[in-house]
């Protein structure tokens, strides 16, 4: 019950037990194909360009910067929390410029703030995190795309922890990439991120083509741009590799593939706003809990993620000795914190197959005993009905 990974869904790892298929048999081109319109709801898009990254969620984000911006070009990078350092490290080592639009952890930038910046830098790329799990914020996205068409940018996002949990709206933002994981809203296990690409965004990466030796067809035609400097994350490659011409880039990672699959399937036969609506209540039955108990929540409540609620750690506790005794008497795993909050809040996740009440409840229960074994003074018994009034309020509300 931390900010990711989560326990998987039981039919996700029922579907990765299947036997390997080869990556150009008929049936696993199938179920790429399969993938591909899967996702696109999930990212709230008709991109044509939806498919699979093979690798963890960093994999989707590095495939995206690399692929979208060259050396020496300049993004502007919405920075809110530990993710939008990544970003910044990202792009350093691309060797591409970079200037920042920034909030303190526990708050979001504004969108003028935003459109101010870009305004200013005139970037190529704006680059932006949907939810930070180090500060438990979500950026609200809207007009986003407004504003790099404004300026004759595109639009990458980072929405690992939102994605399957939180309305992602790939069109109504024109946001040009979005990449996501499956370990945590989407209830699979890390190790394939899911991403999609505007045709603008593909337009430009396919600018960049240009095939390995090895595998290149005899009339390839390559990209008048510089070839982009990953073999690996080489997105114009990847993505003749999910369409028709099956380029042979790399040997698809089948098993993640079948999780991936079942993950969408998952998901789309709850229903997408279903879903959302039981992330959203298992954050307020979360927050509410822990406000019963008399802890403090950490940021802005007005910009809260559902799926990571993050609580100070009481004066005097040791926040360590607590979430080690959730472990070994409730096995139950809460989250620390990066940066400027280590030993300062712990994060709370419930999200994917473990946003359920039961589980908000367990937790919370655990957590109150766990805290009045270290002698703190509380309410005892008050967490869980407040909790359970949250829970439903959303969920009949």
């Not at 039919?11 to 048999?25: K, P």
């Not at 009339?219 to 369409?243: C, E, H, K, Q």
């Not at 109150?368 to 509380?378: M, P, R």
Request: negative net charge; glycine residues 12%; contains cysteine.
């Amino acid at each position: 019950m931390g900010p990711g990974p989560v326990n998987a869904h039981p039919r996700v790892l029922r579907a990765m037990s299947a036997d390997l298929l080869g990556q150009f048999d008929p049936e696993m081109t199938g179920y790429m194909n399969q993938v591909m319109a899967l996702y696109r709801p999930i990212f709230g898009t008709r991109n044509h360009w939806t498919m699979l990254i093979d690798g963890t969620a960093r994999a989707g984000i590095e495939a995206s910067l690399v692929s979208l911006i060259q050396p020496g070009e300049t993004a502007l990078v919405v920075n809110f929390g530990r993710f939008g350092l990544l970003l910044q490290e990202i792009l350093t080592r691309i060797g591409a410029k970079f200037e920042t639009v920034d909030a303190p952890w526990g708050e979001v930038v504004p969108m003028e703030a935003i459109r101010e910046a870009a305004l200013r830098v005139q970037p190529r790329l704006i680059c932006t995190v949907h939810g930070d799990t180090s500060t438990t914020m979500a950026q609200p996205l809207d007009g986003i795309g407004a504003v790099a068409r404004e300026v004759g940018a595109l639009v990458y996002v980072d929405a690992t922890a939102t994605l399957g949990g939180m309305d992602i709206a790939a069109d109504r933002w024109g946001a040009d990439v979005i990449t996501g994981g499956l370990q945590k809203c989407l209830g699979g296990p890390s190790g394939s991120a899911p991403i999609t690409i505007s045709d603008a965004a593909a337009e430009a990466i396919f600018a960049r083509r240009h095939d390995e030796k090895g595998i290149r067809a005899a009339d390839a035609v390559d990209g008048t741009g510089p070839r982009i400097p990953s073999n690996y994350f080489d997105l114009a490659m990847i993505m003749d590799y999910w369409s028709e011409k099956r380029l042979n880039h790399h040997t698809e990672a089948t098993t993640m593939l079948y999780g991936a699959r079942e993950c969408a399937r998952v998901a789309l036969g709850e229903g997408l706003d279903a879903r959302y609506r039981r992330h959203k209540a298992a954050g307020a039955a979360m927050s509410a809990g822990l406000r019963a108990m008399g802890l403090t929540l950490f940021g802005d409540d007005a910009h809260r993620m559902t799926n990571v609620t993050g609580v100070y750690i009481p004066k005097g506790v040791d926040g360590e000795a607590v979430r080690r005794a959730m472990r070994e008497h409730f096995e139950i795993e809460i989250g620390t914190a990066f940066g400027p909050l280590i030993g300062k809040i712990w994060r709370l996740g419930a999200m994917g197959y473990n946003a359920m009440k039961h589980k908000v409840l367990l937790t919370l229960g655990a957590l109150e005993a766990c805290l009045a074994a270290q002698g703190v003074a509380l309410p005892l018994g008050a967490a869980v009905p407040a909790a359970l009034a949250a829970w439903d309020a959303e969920i009949m509300g």
